[in-house]
Each structure stands twice: as structure tokens, then as C-alpha cells.
């Protein structure tokens, strides 16, 4: 049915997920950063972080991850040159990663600062008033509840950015849609492959519905739920 492309679309497939879970990771850190920096009390904190997200929002992921890409690779060999080191080739998965989890990096400082804030200040206060040491009041009290308060929004942000992940094709990492894409113009049937890079995409996010619907249910046992 693939005309034996089938291997090379799976090898792309497992691609783009070790692309989508390095993305999280590098994303998360920085979201946690970004809203850290969001709710200081110091100004230039809140004046970087608030920089960042109005950054990422106003520019598109693609000029982005071509900016990373192409600039970068010329600005880290201009210095190479004043080093006097050898040429510098810019990793594609490094720079898809990079880009995607600092793009995302941004989505996630606002859920994590909303989380933050919709745990009631009192808690916090009582935590700390019955002897609990900060980091005991953060991994008992603030972060289970912040967890539960942000999962909906993190789940949103991994499924876009699951789907993302396809503008690293373009920067010639062999991922799904670069594999689809190679395989489209071999054969000529762009139809089949690009449904094909769809039904894959479609399973990575039903698959995540699946399981963050399952965390959220497990979060919210013991929790009164109320009716709509």
C-alpha cells in the first residue's frame, strides 16, 4: 500500500516523538523559569520573562526555527572565525529542539504563573505556620494543586506542539513529513502520504488525550467536582 516506504515513515515517526519529548523537557524548564521570573518581586525578573512571551507570540514558529537555524549557523561561525576554529555545522535535531522547546517554553510560563496563583495564598501560609520548610510546602501543597490546575493547559501545549514538530522538515531533519514528503515525490502520489503523515500525527495526539485524561482523573480523586 506504502509502496514500501512503510519502514521509512515509522523511522520518522519515532523521530518526531524523540524531537516532541526533547522539546518538553527543554519547554517545561524554561516555562518553569518564565513564570518563577513572572511572579518576583524583582522588576527586571518580571521585565525578561514578560519580553520573552510577547517575543514568541508576535513571531511566527517557522521564521524562528529558520532564524535558529540559518542565523545561528552564521553567527557561531563568524565567532568560530575569531577563534580561529574549524566550520561549525548546526545540528538539525539540536536546532528543531531548541527552537520548539523555547517556543513553547513561552506557552508554558503562563500556565504554570496561572497554576501558581490558583492555589489559594492561605494554604501556603498555614503550610508554613504548622513548621513545613518551604520545599515541603511546594512538593505537599502548591504542587499537587498546581499540577491539577495546569494539566489542561500543558495538555494543550503538548498536542500543538506535537504537531509542531513538523516544521523541523523543513530545516532537512528527516522526520515524519520529511519522510512523507520524500516519499510523495518518489512515487508521485502525494495524497497517500501526506494522509498517511495525518493518521500518524493522529494517533501521537489521541494517544496523549488518552493518557492526560487519565492523569487528570487520578488528580482529581478526592477533589469535589462541581456540576455544570
Known sequence: MLHGYGASLLEGSLLTLAVAFASLAIAMLLGLLGAIAKLSRVRPLRWLAQTYTTLIRGVPDLVMMLTVFYGGQVLVNHIGDRLGWGYVDIDPFVAGVLTIGFI???????????????VPAGQREAALAFGMTPWQVLWRVVGPQMLRHALPGLSNNWLVMVKSTAI???????????????????????????????????LFTSVSEWGFAMLQRKLAIGVRQVAV
Do not use: K
Open 104 to 118: 513553547f517554553g513561552a506557552y508554558i510560563t503562563e500556565v504554570l504563573r496561572g497554576a501558581f496563583l490558583a
Open 168 to 202: 523541523v522538515s523543513v530545516i532537512g531533519l528527516s522526520d515524519l513529513m520529511n519522510r512523507a514528503g520524500q516519499a510523495a515525490g518518489a512515487t508521485r502520489e502525494p495524497f497517500m502520504f501526506y494522509l498517511a503523515a495525518g493518521g500518524m500525527y493522529l
